[in-house]
Each structure stands twice: as C-alpha cells, then as structure tokens.
C-alpha cells in the first residue's frame, strides 16, 4: 500500500471522526452484562453498532478493509472491530492509520486472511463415513452432481428443520446450490436433484458411491438475500428424524441468540466436533462465490449482522476448517443445545455464521429438537 493511499485513509478516517459526533450516544450508559453475556440488547454493544453503521460501508471501500463488528479490545472493553486483510500490500500501515475510538466507541483492528465460502477437501475422518440409515447429520455431504473443471466438491449436511410439517437438510447454498453456470459439468442445479452422503469429495467423485438422502429444494439465497442457506427434502428413511449431529446429539427445537464470548460448538465434516467462544456480533464481512465447483467468479456479498467466532484453538486446530461449511452453530452445552447460527464461512483467524433465527424466517421453517 503506497503512501498516497494510506494518507486517503488518514484524511476518511478523519472525516467519519466528525460525522460520528453527531451520532446520538447513550450518554453515562453503564457496561453491563445482561443474562447470559452482552448480547445485541446491550446499551454499549448498540452504542457501538450505531458508529458501525455509519462508517461500515465507506470502510469497505478502502483498500485492505475485510469488514466489521462489535466485539471486545485487548482490555475487555466493547469495541467496533474492524477486520484488516493479512494479503494487503501493506496491513501493518493500515492497523496504524486506525483511529482509536470513534465518538466514544473504542475501535480494535483485527489482522486475518480474507473471509471465504469453506468447500472441502478429501480427508479420512469418521464425519466422511458413508452411515448406515438414517443417518445422523453433521456428516459429509452435497449436491450429488457437484464435479466441474477436474475437481469435485461438497461440505456438511448441517441440521434438521421443518418446513409445515415436512422435514429438510439445512446446508449451505454454496454446498447445495452455488452451480448456476453450464461449465464444467453441463448443467446447473434443479429442484429434485440428489442430496447425498458423503459428498463427493469423499467418494472419490463417484457419485455411485455414495448414497442420496434427500432431494434439493431451490431456494437462490444468493446473491440477493443476506443468508448463504439452502435446504433438500429428507427421502423417508434415510435421516434420523430426531435431527441429530454427531458427537452432538438432539437439538433443542428453540433457538438462542449470541452473545460475545458464548461458548459454542459445532460437528462437521471436516474438523468434526469442536468448541470456541463467540468473538464478536453484528458483522459486516464480504464474500467472493465461484459460479460452479472450482469455477470462475460469480459475484462477492457482503453480509450483515453476522456473528463471528474465534477460530484459532489451541495445537494449531482450527474450529472451522474446509468442507465445514453447513455446520450448525449450538449452545456449548451437554443435553439438547439450542441453534445459535449457520456457519458458513472463515478466514484462519475467524469463522463467520448466519444468524439461524434469519435462516429459518427465510425458509419459513423451525429447529426439529426436543
């Protein structure tokens, strides 16, 4: 990043400094932690997300800026976080010309590779195994004729939710539906096409090999809707119809807001069960698509109040890896945890997640659990 940039940096910052002084502020507002943790609900948290949407989208025109949320310092202290990519010419430069508060809100820059749609990659681990029906869900799997361009891809059956009665697979749009170019494979995605388990990723591409367990419903979340979601109708008989994940269990049928630093957890195809804390709220993060398996570009979406989690765990693991992509995010707790989100997205440092209240309201659909 050369310095003429960085000094247009300066010069905005500066600016959104004086256009944030007219933001009301909840003067003598006390940080508290309401029941749970600080949740949107919080006088501080919606101080913060008040600057946010203000300065947001300018920031993300800027070079090197990957987005924004509301999140803690290095103190503990609510802060707008703004997310700057590692791939930029010079980050260093960036994180410098950060303002340090903004009317009052705190601003903490957080380096990580840009934020990306997470297929997968072949691997040996139990989520990969082809079950015996009906299966448990958290698994490996995908749109059955997801091969273009050499390679094949997929990502994780997530959850289980009703739709007036009738029971779906809740993914990802890019596991199950992302294929809108005639490309590769010649052809495109279709309702009734074969949902299967494990993904192709896992079966060596042969489709054969694997087993189908429901059939694609097409929804188009994407681009023009704020979640990265889509869902295939169960075949009878071939998914456990209490929803169950592996290494999880029964869900709860109600679901629960996040709240900054809420132990999670997810199982998917990849990484299997894994456990972190929510790192920050409401983000505002953009996402490059292929426009088929290993395709060209389709069209980047940025997202709004998303939830972000911390995706660095001890060892070097990740919590979100490749191929976890439908994963869905629950309650860090042992019996019947209740859906947070739909995990979606990461960089190496953080996993991104659709908020699951807006998921379902999208498919008109609830949480099959107890």
């Keep these: 990043m050369n310095h003429s940039v960085i000094a247009t940096m300066k010069t905005f910052l500066r600016r959104i400094f004086q256009l944030a002084v007219a933001l009301p502020v909840l003067a003598g507002a006390a940080l508290f932690a309401a029941p749970g943790g600080l949740t949107l609900a919080n006088p501080r948290v919606q101080e913060a997300m008040a600057v946010q949407r203000t300065v947001t989208s300018d920031l993300l025109a800027l070079e090197g800026i990957l987005g924004t949320a509301v999140g803690e310092d290095d103190g503990g202290e609510v802060a707008m976080i703004v997310f700057v990519s590692t791939e930029g ?5 960036v994180m410098r010309a950060l303002p340090v508060a903004i009317r009052g809100v705190r601003v903490a820059g957080r380096l990580t590779d840009p934020f990306r749609a997470l297929a997968g990659r072949p691997i040996k681990a139990s989520h990969t195994a082809k079950q ?11 749109w059955s004729f997801d091969l273009a361009n050499g390679y094949c891809c997929g990502g994780t059956l997530g959850g289980l939710i009703s739709i007036n009665g009738v ?21 495109v995605k279709q309702n009734g096409d074969p949902v299967i388990q494990p993904g192709l990723i896992d079966v ?16 188009n979340a994407l681009p023009g809707f704020n979640v990265d979601a889509a869902i295939a109708q169960v075949v009878p008989g071939m998914v456990d119809p209490s929803g169950a ?11 629960a807001q996040a709240f900054i630093n809420q132990g999670v957890k997810k199982s998917g195809r990849t990484s299997g069960l894994t456990r972190s804390r929510v790192a920050a709220l409401n983000a505002m ?3 490059a698509y292929e426009n088929e398996c290993a395709g060209g570009s389709a069209f980047t979406k940025t997202f709004t109040g998303q939830v972000v989690v911390s995706n660095q765990l001890a060892k070097g693991k990740k919590f979100l890896a490749g191929g976890d992509s439908g994963s869905v995010l629950v309650e860090d707790v042992t019996t019947s945890p209740r859906a947070v989100g ?4 990461g960089s190496t440092s953080y996993a991104i997640a659709n908020p699951i209240d807006e998921v379902l309201a999208f498919f ?5 659990g107890q």
Excluded: K, W
Aim: charged share 5%.
């Design 204 to 219: 060596g591409c042969v489709s054969a090999s694997a087993q189908p367990v429901a059939t694609l419903v097409v929804r």
């Design 364 to 368: 008109g659909a609830t949480m099959v």
């Design 132 to 142: 015996t029906p009906p299966i448990q869900l958290g698994s490996s799997g995908g």
């Design 285 to 287: 993060v953009s996402v």
């Design 89 to 93: 010419a010079n980050p260093g430069e």
């Design 342 to 345: 739909l995990l979606f997205a």
């Design 167 to 187: 029971q779906h697979i809740l993914s990802n749009y890019h596991v199950l539906e992302s294929d809108i170019a005639l490309g590769g494979n010649g052809r």
């Design 245 to 255: 994940i592996l290494g999880i269990g029964t869900l709860s049928s109600q679901t």
